[in-house]
C-alpha cells in the first residue's frame, strides 16, 4: 500500500496519443496497452510488468496537454473537502472506479496547477 502523501500514478493527456506513445516508448521504453473508458479509449502506460500510469486524447476545453500526478490520500473524501477549504476547485468529484483501482479526484490548486488524488475507498 503506499503510503499517504506520495505519488504513484499518473495520466498524459495528449491531442496526439500515437506520438506520445511512440516518444515514452522510444525515451522510457515504456509499453502500452489498450484501456476501455466509459467515454473512450486510452492506454495503460507499462514499465516492464509494473502498471504506472494512463494515457488519454486530451479533449474538451480543458483539453490542453497535460501530465497530471496522482498522490494517495488514505481519506479521499476528507481530503477533497480540506482542498476546497484551501481555496482548491474540483473538476472531478470523487468517484469509485472499482475494487482493483479504487478511486480518485481531480482538482486545481489556487495556482491553478491541477493535481490528482486517488485512494483505495472514497
Do not use: C
Not at 499518473?10 to 491531442?15: A, H, M
Not at 496526439?16 to 492506454?43: H, I, K, M, N, T
Not at 482548491?88 to 489556487?110: N, R, S, Y
Amino acid at each position: 500500500m503506499p503510503g499517504h502523501g506520495t505519488v504513484n500514478w499518473f495520466d498524459i493527456r495528449t491531442p496526439d496519443p500515437d506520438a506520445s506513445q511512440a516518444f515514452g516508448a522510444a525515451l522510457f521504453g515504456w509499453s502500452f496497452r489498450d484501456f476501455e473508458l466509459g467515454d473512450g479509449g486510452a492506454s495503460t502506460i507499462w514499465l516492464g510488468d509494473q502498471e504506472i500510469g494512463l494515457m488519454t486524447r486530451a479533449q474538451g476545453p480543458a483539453g490542453s496537454p497535460a501530465t497530471v500526478l496522482y498522490v494517495y490520500v488514505e481519506d479521499l473524501t476528507g481530503t477533497v473537502d480540506r482542498a476546497r477549504e484551501l481555496g482548491a476547485k474540483v473538476t472531478v468529484e470523487p468517484v469509485f472506479v472499482d475494487e482493483e483501482t479504487g478511486a480518485f479526484a481531480d482538482l486545481v490548486d489556487p495556482a491553478g496547477v491541477t493535481i490528482g488524488l486517488w485512494g483505495r475507498t472514497l
